[in-house]
């Protein structure tokens, strides 16, 4: 059986359906970004998969334990961290991981040495005794993070792991999550940033309406869609005169100016391509300075596949 299987999941609200009949495998050792617009469902099921809600029907196995049945067992191997998390502000990391550790049932050694290996790994071992009411949301963040793993899950659960970090704190974030892909670890996390999908994630999962759009290997999804946005810098100003003739070029399928000196294009085709749109856009006398194409290939399927089904 996959680490994480939901069958017939559903999760209503009066006649409103969060969840409606969700069916989704996550295959071992995978780190599956699981995306979706606001709403459509992915921390309803993220709090059945971490017992803080209860499904309304259908069921949700967590390395083989249906959740729904005994949540106790089936939490046994998974590690969380769901939303803002909350701690007790007068204990210390350390305390924490010491409290947590011992009712999980971990001799003091073992959550010593497994809680300072930790601490360390998400760099807060210089707070490691330190008050965390007064900690800071990034670093309460890492505090959740390494407390997710204080008894080695094999599953580990995220529900938006960068959002309200400051830039820094995202990248940091991002790097502590993709150390762990040297552990034998299943990684479920949602998040609406899909640069950091693409970053961390091999599998994508993404829900509309409480639903499965689609589900692949980020290679296989992105690889059919040639469509690119390149960002361009001109020397020169631009108008609307300009803007007419770059639509008008074969293979743009939209441009619009971003500033007087800079213009965005979606266009479709590969490097060369891009290659020759350079040399089209300079006869065209705008004077190009820079010219990049922003890689987000996640993003436009992303938009293809949820614009289709609004
Ligand atoms: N307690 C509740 N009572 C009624 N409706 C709820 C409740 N909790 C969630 N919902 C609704 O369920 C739907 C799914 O919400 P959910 O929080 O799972 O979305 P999400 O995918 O996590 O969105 P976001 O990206 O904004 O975090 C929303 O329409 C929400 O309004
Ligand atoms: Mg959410």
């Known amino acids: 059986m996959n680490p994480i299987e939901l069958e017939g999941l559903t999760k209503s609200y009066g006649s409103f359906k969060a969840i409606d009949t969700l069916d989704l495998k996550v295959k071992a050792n995978s780190f599956t970004g699981f995306l979706g617009p606001n709403g459509a469902g992915k921390s309803t099921t993220i709090k059945i998969l971490t017992n803080l809600i209860r499904a309304s029907s259908g069921s949700a196995y967590l390395d083989g334990v249906d959740i729904t049945k005994d949540p106790k067992a089936a939490l046994a191997s998974v590690g969380s961290v769901v939303e803002t998390p909350e701690f007790y502000p007068f204990l210390t990391p350390r305390e924490t991981m010491d409290y947590l550790g011992s009712i999980n049932g971990m001799s003091r050694e073992a959550i010593h040495s497994k809680g300072d290996e930790l601490l360390h790994m998400v760099k807060m071992e210089e707070w490691a005794d330190k008050k965390i009411g007064k900690f800071s949301k990034g670093m309460r963040q890492r505090v959740a993070l390494a407390q997710s793993l204080l008894s080695d899950p094999k599953i580990l659960i995220l529900d938006e792991p960068t959002s309200?970090?400051?830039?820094?704190?995202?990248?940091?974030m991002r790097e502590i999550v993709k150390s762990l892909r040297d552990r034998d670890?299943?990684?479920?996390?949602?998040?609406?940033?899909?640069?950091?999908?693409?970053?961390?994630?091999?599998?994508?999962?993404?829900?509309?309406?409480?639903?499965?759009l689609i589900h692949d290997d980020v290679s296989i999804l992105t690889k059919g869609t040639d469509l690119r946005r390149l960002d361009v810098r001109t020397v020169k100003d631009l108008n609307k005169g300009v803007l007419d003739q770059v639509t008008a070029l074969p293979l743009v399928e939209s441009a619009r100016l971003q500033s007087e000196r800079s213009l965005s294009i979606d266009m479709r085709g590969d490097e060369s391509d891009q290659a020759e749109m350079l040399?089209?856009?300079?006869?065209?006398?705008?004077?190009?300075?820079?010219?990049?194409?922003?890689?987000?290939?996640?993003?436009?399927?992303?938009?293809?596949?949820?614009?289709?089904?609004?």
């Open 185 to 212: 670890i299943t990684v479920f996390m949602s998040s609406h940033m899909l640069n950091e999908v693409e970053e961390i994630c091999d599998r994508v999962a993404l829900i509309e309406y409480g639903k499965l």
């Open 279 to 310: 040399e089209k856009l300079n006869r065209l006398g705008l004077k190009v300075y820079s010219l990049s194409a922003e890689g987000h290939s996640l993003e436009s399927l992303y938009m293809d596949l949820v614009k289709e089904s609004r």
């Open 164 to 172: 309200g970090l400051d830039p820094r704190g995202m990248v940091e």
